[in-house]
């Protein structure tokens, strides 16, 4: 199977470096499928390999009780191959729900749809996917004034207790794997901020007061250089969970650049240090239990969809340009990750 992905890449010179934190990145099937030379890099560099958007409901249940595996089934077996990691993302989000299931109308067919949909999955997998994003992004973007739960089909019909239900599923229906919340904006100075860890925390104390258990949250890490990293409130906050008996993973590093110079080299100089400051932070109050980046190359990435380089730039989100030669974000990372 490897000859015919890799043509060329043997498993002999595809073992990456020892770390003391296992570093991993999100890959995208259709990549995987026609880009050799990008998958080379994740064989070359991953100690975890996961599907970015393979494991989503849409790609999976696109029509109801129709499951289609066959995407995230490539990924995960190029990883077990390779005697990497993997990682489940994810069984509850708002976004990339098919048609089918945005027609929902009642608390009844969501929760029915909702605990089928993680027990089919769960099952598939078993103990191939040792870890699973039970929920994504479940923390209102603006707690203070919207707060604390995002609006999502899932909150319109079964409110808050959709993460329970969700929580419960997975519990049953994967009992080996690391359960996780995951979110985003959760490292950066600021009220807004301020308000989205506590609310976090808040929701993690409400599933344990409800008996189900929460293994780690994950931190995705999509960094803005115009927001400074809040030091303290991130070392606080990675030990409020511990407290609460919580792991974490950064599960998401890129780096929003749109505002930043349009010099390459000055760019991936300033990406670099401020994921070297978010790793600063993290580290210092405890080792996380896996570094990823969404992506590997800036051949790929959501970002320049969504954010754009504002002075025509190209986006240089990742930690290898677009060439898949590293970048500084890449030593800088390697650096928090090796042993
Ligand atoms: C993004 C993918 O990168 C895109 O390919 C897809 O079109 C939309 O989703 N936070 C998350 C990820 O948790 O699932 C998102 O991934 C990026 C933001």
Redesign the pocket.
């Known amino acids: 199977m490897l000859a015919g992905v890799l043509p060329g890449i043997g498993l002999a010179n595809a073992s990456p470096a020892k770390r003391r934190v296992p570093f991993g990145a999100?890959l995208?099937y259709r990549h995987f499928i026609n880009d050799p030379d990008y998958t080379a890099l994740f064989v070359n560099h991953c100690d975890m390999i996961f599907p970015?958007?393979a494991l989503?409901w849409d790609a999976l249940q696109g029509a109801p009780g129709e499951f289609n595996y066959l995407p995230a089934e490539g990924i995960v077996s190029f990883a077990e191959t390779l005697g990497r990691g993997t990682y489940g993302?994810?069984f509850v989000?708002w976004?990339?729900l098919p048609a089918w299931v945005e027609k929902i109308d009642s608390a009844a067919k969501a929760e029915e749809v909702l605990v089928s949909h993680v027990q089919n999955v769960a099952a598939h997998f078993a103990a191939r996917v040792p870890s699973w994003?039970v929920v994504?992004?479940v923390v209102a973007h603006d707690p203070v004034n919207e707060g604390p739960w995002r609006d999502s089909l899932w909150m319109r019909l079964l409110g808050p207790s959709h993460v329970d239900i969700a929580f419960a599923a997975a519990a049953e229906a994967a009992p080996g794997a690391e359960l996780a919340i995951?979110d985003?904006d959760l490292e950066f100075r600021g009220a807004r901020y301020d308000a989205r860890r506590t609310a976090m925390l808040d929701l993690v104390r409400r599933l344990q007061d409800k008996g189900l258990r929460v293994d780690t949250v994950g931190i995705?890490g999509?960094l803005y250089p115009e927001v400074p990293i809040g030091h303290e409130e991130l070392e606080r906050f990675i030990t409020d969970l511990k407290a609460l008996g919580v792991g974490y993973r950064i599960?998401?590093i890129d780096v929003i650049d749109w505002k930043l110079p349009r010099d390459a080299s000055r760019r991936d100089d300033m990406a670099a240090e401020h994921v070297g400051n978010f790793l600063d932070a993290a580290f210092s109050a405890e080792l996380p239990r896996s570094v990823s980046t969404?992506?590997l190359s800036d051949r790929y990435?959501?970002i320049p969809?969504v954010m754009p380089h504002r002075r025509g730039g190209k986006n240089r989100p990742l930690p290898f340009d677009e060439n898949l030669k590293p970048k500084p974000m890449y030593e800088v990372i390697q650096r928090y990750l090796a042993s």
Request: charged share 25%; proline share 0%.
């Open positions: 999100a995208e970015m958007n989503k993302h994810t989000w976004n990339a994003d994504n992004e995951n985003y995705q999509h599960t998401e969404w992506g990435s959501w969809d």
